[in-house]
């Protein structure tokens, strides 16, 4: 009797909130990461379009819509990770929600692997095929546009996959909610996972890998540019091809533990979970990462900085 009344007497929260010891460290960790990349990528945007006296080169306006996409990714994927791991998967942000959240941050990371793509021919087109190549603003304004468009309709049949289910047990007593994917069946599933991995990794990886080894064999082959204008175009190079390798290796685990449970049955298990959020934590140090690096190799971001600190001051 005694134990019918304590499993009746349970409430969703008893069994799938995490106690607050157990969360303290991981709030910690993610409200610093958040922090650093709001600070980031906010003053990224902010230098590059303050100051009117610099023009905004083509290279420039690629960076800042990156640092934009980045700072979606960290305003829309951290929070979310962290509360969806203090209910242990449950979901408790709404139908609405569940489809919007996960949208607009897929829509934004999807912006980003596209967006070191046109960077990549961009910077092949600027060494390699100069004539081919409009330095025209607005053409550059437009592909960036274009991107964000781009990004949005490939993302949009996860408008209809992504739903919040409820499952009933304990004889009806208990209802959980949970934001899932939910295909209709494996043949649709499978072409999403097919498109996933050609359209949206294995092809802008050959197309970023071909456009920068050509790169470098025309830098290296080239002996008439002056030393300074031949050392400016490598940093511009070496800055992308940076960029492109920690969104690589910083991606990778959380797309590989996606996709795994993708082609896998069944739902996370605890430490499936566990892998999951630190996975996704991973992921998301690159959006801290890639602000230190346009600093690093941007020589106009730094004339630009110590010129809005001169005019500051």
């Not at 890998?209 to 204008?229: D, G, M």
Request: charged share 15%.
């Amino acid at each position: 009797m005694s134990s019918a009344h304590n499993i009746s007497s349970l409430t969703i929260w008893d069994i799938y909130v995490k106690s607050p010891s157990e969360m303290v460290g991981k709030v910690i960790v993610n409200t610093i990461l958040l922090l650093f990349a709001m600070i980031g990528n906010i003053g990224i945007i902010v230098v590059l379009l303050k100051n009117k006296r610099f023009k905004v080169p083509t290279n420039e306006r690629y960076i800042i819509s990156l640092a934009f996409a980045d700072l979606i990714v960290a305003l829309f994927y951290i929070p979310v990770n962290v509360l969806t791991d203090y209910y242990k998967g449950l979901w408790i942000l709404g139908p609405v929600a569940c489809k919007l959240l996960n949208y607009i941050r897929l829509t934004a990371i999807t912006n980003v692997e596209l967006t070191l793509v046109a960077v990549a021919v961009d910077r092949y087109l600027a060494i390699c095929r100069p004539l081919y190549r409009s330095k025209s603003p607005d053409r550059t304004r437009n592909i960036i546009i274009g991107l964000w468009v781009l990004s949005a309709v490939l993302m949009t049949p996860y408008l209809y996959i992504l739903r919040e289910e409820a499952f009933v047990f304990l004889d009806g007593s208990l209802t959980a909610h949970f934001c899932i994917r939910d295909y209709g069946s494996n043949i649709f599933k499978i072409i999403m996972v097919v498109f996933q991995l050609t359209a949206l990794y294995i092809i802008p990886l050959m197309i970023v890998i071909l456009s920068y080894f050509k790169v470098s064999l025309r830098i290296r082959a080239s002996i008439t540019t002056s030393r300074n204008v031949m050392r400016k175009k490598q940093r511009a190079v070496i800055c992308v091809i940076v960029i492109t390798l920690v969104f690589i290796v910083c991606w990778t685990p959380v797309w590989t533990v996606q996709m795994y449970k993708e082609l896998s049955s069944g739902y996370y298990s605890g430490w499936e979970k566990e892998l999951l959020f630190w996975s996704v934590f991973v992921a998301n140090i690159s959006t801290i990462i890639h602000p230190m690096i346009y600093a690093l190799f941007g020589q106009n971001l730094r004339e630009k900085l110590r010129s809005s600190r001169t005019t500051s001051a």
